[in-house]
DNA sequence: CCGGATGATATGCATATGCTTATCATCTGT
DNA sequence: ACAGATGATAAGCATATGCATATCATCCGG
């Protein structure tokens, strides 16, 4: 797939295919993050699960692995060093001693709200790049088609 | 990073992180592409050289590889199925014999066009979705976002 | 009480990709 | 004439990921 795809291959009116478009700056984005993450001793998969980690502890291993789009099998590791780092803790639930809590310490929280107040700061001068107008119209789309599931994706015409 | 980041992890006033949105975007896209193409008998590297070739001879198959942001060892083999098809022809340049002068054939061209019109369709009812307005706008910003290079999008202040 | 299922964890296979090294034919500048 | 570089090609290593299988502890419904 194009790396820029804005001089690459076009369709008819010269407009590039949607992912022509998404998959390169989507790759661009995460090489941009990955040293801001880094600054803050983060990976990609420790941030996401630090941000999938709310105000209430999440119930089950499984359920974090499904919500971030990772393979459960491979986020123990990552969950073992955030652990081992004090970010987060790890209780077995008393209702189903096979379940674990995930909750954020105070320390995991600071951590995650410093991250990404310097994440959005990159992303406020990148989208700086686009009009004003445009701006706003351009995340509500990113909203509404990221919000699709795979099956309305592949399928749009079905209802939601 | 999510699959779904329209009701998953967010930043402070609730928007998920761009590259959360656009990454599990790109390969939803992918994954409705490739049947797509597969009908077609075209993998995704094969369509993307295809859609890659224009009117004239794309002069050596580093420029090839570097247009569609692929290793050039890697399109080897995509090359010699898409010239065994005859989808394609490869001439060594008279000015300078290392060289190869790519060429969509009559049937490459077709098969290509018939492809490109059906990821159009779907594309087109996929962008339904979106309210009228903010198509355009994020086709738009989704356009100029995906014409930067990697430089300014991690450093998205210096100018271009 | 017990069989089946589930959550967590460990291990491993297959695939794709990024990148490197090497070879041969060819070109270019000195 | 020749050294160095380049285009095309082959081969291979390292890493990441998707997915499968297996084990143990635990739970639940019959």
Redesign the interface.
Known sequence: ????????????DG???????????????????L?VLRAHGLS?WAY?VL??LGEEPMRSQSTLA????ADKTRIIGVLDGLQDRGLIERRPDPRDRRVRLLLLTTEGRRLRDAA??D??R??D???????D???E??????????????QE??D??RPS
Chains 1, 2 share one sequence.
């Open positions: 797939m194009a790396e820029s795809a804005a001089d690459g291959p076009e369709t008819d407009r590039p295919h949607l992912a022509a478009m998404t998959v390169p700056l989507g790759r661009a984005l995460i090489a941009a993050e040293p990609m996401a941000l999938a499904q919500a971030i789009g990404r107040a994440i959005r990159w992303e001068r990148l989208l700086a790049r686009l009009a107008d445009d701006r119209a351009f995340l509500r789309g990113l909203r509404t088609l990221s919000a699709l599931s795979e994706i592949a749009p015409d």
